[in-house]
Each structure stands twice: as C-alpha cells, then as structure tokens.
Nanobody
Framework: QVQLVESGGGSVQSGGSLRLSCSAS????????MAWFRQAPGKEREFVAV????????LHTDSVKGRFTISRDNAKNTVYLQMNSLKPEDTAVYYC???????????????WGPGTQVTVSS
C-alpha cells in the first residue's frame, strides 16, 4: 500500500506561481513512477505530468509545457509540481498518483492522494 498526501494548493492571480508537494509513505518511494493529474469542475480528470522512479525521465502535457515542472526528491519521499505563469484555466483539484512504471492514463494508476485545490483568478 502507498499513502499519498498533497499540499501547497491555494488561490493566486493569473501569472502567479505555486509549488505543489506530494508526500508518500508505505512503500519504497524510489520504486514508483509518480504523476500529477487535475480535475476541473464538470470535467474529467486529466494528465498533467509524470516522472520516472529515478527522476531521469519526465513528460508534461502540452498545455503546461514551459510553465509547469515535475520533480522528485527520493530522500524526502516527495514529488513536486512547480507551476509558473498560472492561468485561470489551470483552476482544478490537483492529485498525485503512483504506480510501478510510468503512464498517462488515470486508469493505470493504483494509488491516489485526496487532492489539493488550485484556484487562479483573472
């Protein structure tokens, strides 16, 4: 079992920045691929970014490329999402997820955190 807890969400104005954190426990963190997803009101949960277990490989969805960066610190059992140049359309609940290997579909992830709200005002 893996327990995930996100933090760092909040309300910011357009153009602002936030850094989300996701702390993991219960299983060797360094063996897990980690991802961020988000879900806006009335929309399906969507992929944002993923990072391989050693941190060498990352993938970001096109809408956040150049603005968001996923990273991890295996010594702290934590994955991060640095979000810069935020836009109102980034408003959503952000979730971290874990699995063996990496993937981009929600159905492929075994473990999820409860989510953290990010609200961007214009």
């Amino acid at each position: 079992q893996v327990q995930l807890v996100e933090s760092g969400g909040g309300s910011v104005q357009s153009g602002g920045s936030l850094r989300l954190s996701c702390s993991a426990s219960g299983r060797t963190f360094s063996s897990l691929g980690m991802a961020w997803f988000r879900q806006a009101p009335g929309k399906e949960r969507e992929f944002v970014a993923v990072i391989s277990r050693n941190g060498y490989n990352t993938l970001h969805t096109d809408s956040v490329k150049g603005r968001f960066t996923i990273s991890r610190d295996n010594a702290k059992n934590t994955v991060y999402l640095q979000m810069n140049s935020l836009k109102p359309e980034d408003t959503a609940v952000y979730y971290c997820a874990a699995r063996q290997g990496v993937a981009t579909m929600t159905s492929q992830y075994d473990y999820w955190g409860p989510g953290t709200q990010v609200t961007v005002s214009s």
